[in-house]
């Protein structure tokens, strides 16, 4: 009988496979940094410029408004922000007076955010590394949670309903914005040169279609989730909320944002 090795004995891996997984975790954490510092630096420029995203910021700070409309003071009000990336919506609705935390699981665009609340000086906002569980937010802690075209990339987005939930005061609101559909690099500059003519159509490509396309490409691949109206409802539904509205936005209807409150008889 030929003598078994330690790895199909099931004791200690070889050293070479022990150093191999380490160079490859090393190489995935340099990709990942890598393609979060340049996502991070591209997506600051391309929300200045690009116009759906102008038009998205609006309706976001919108929803926020409405759901704060009772409160006595904006300062009072908590809202954090969900899978924040570099955190330029949050830092939009920070500056209209709102206490805001934003989370995102990827350290290198935190220190990004970091660096440009510093810079902003707003002491109504933080920037925390990690996910509602991970960052260990307390249950009924929050008035609204954000979460803007994130969830159809998460291994699980019921999941994030459902922690969003959690974490939400009752009666509180949230805010959720996901992606429908692939976003057709050629259909949709078609489309907006038909409507808004040749130069705006290359204006989106450069700005949003071609850097989309090449991120997509870049991160790792997780799902995509992409929900209609009805699944949208339903998971909401599931996780424990009502749904006060819903409207298509982004690009020609490409994404779907959704207003809800928590149940009350939550």
């Not at 420029?45 to 309706?59: N, T, V």
């Not at 899978?83 to 990827?106: H, K, M, Q, R, W």
């Not at 939400?168 to 040169?193: S, Y």
Request: proline share 4%.
């Amino acid at each position: 009988m030929q003598p078994q090795t330690g790895a199909q004995a099931g004791g200690p891996a070889p050293a070479a496979e022990v150093v191999m997984g380490s160079l490859r975790g090393g190489l995935q954490w340099a990709v990942d940094r890598m393609v979060s510092i340049v996502y991070g630096l591209v997506y600051d420029y391309i929300f200045e410029q690009f116009g759906p995203y102008q038009q998205l910021r609006a309706e976001v700070l919108g929803v926020v408004e409405a759901s704060a409309a009772e409160a006595p003071d904006r300062r009072a009000y908590q809202v954090v922000d969900v899978d924040c990336g570099p955190g330029n919506l949050t830092f939009v609705i920070a500056e209209a007076g709102f206490s805001v935390l934003g989370l995102e699981p990827y350290g290198a665009l935190v220190e990004l955010a970091r660096e440009k609340r510093r810079a902003k000086r707003l002491a109504n906002l933080a920037f925390s590394q990690g996910d509602l569980s991970s960052a260990k937010v307390r249950d009924a802690s929050y008035d609204m949670v954000v979460n803007v075209h994130s969830l159809y990339a998460q291994a699980s987005p019921q999941t994030t309903l459902v922690e969003a939930n959690r974490v939400l005061k009752p009666g509180g609101h949230a805010l959720f914005v996901n992606h429908t559909r692939r976003v057709a690099v050629r259909a949709t500059f078609r489309a907006m040169r038909t409507q808004l003519g040749t130069a705006a159509a290359v204006r989106c490509l450069l700005l949003w279609l071609w850097p989309h396309r090449m991120f997509e490409a870049a991160r790792r691949q997780i799902g995509p989730h992409y929900w209609s109206e009805a699944d949208f409802g339903r998971n909401l539904a599931t996780a424990g909320f009502d749904v006060l509205e819903t409207r298509r936005t982004f690009l020609y209807g490409a994404s779907l944002l959704v207003w809800a409150r928590k149940n009350v008889s939550e």
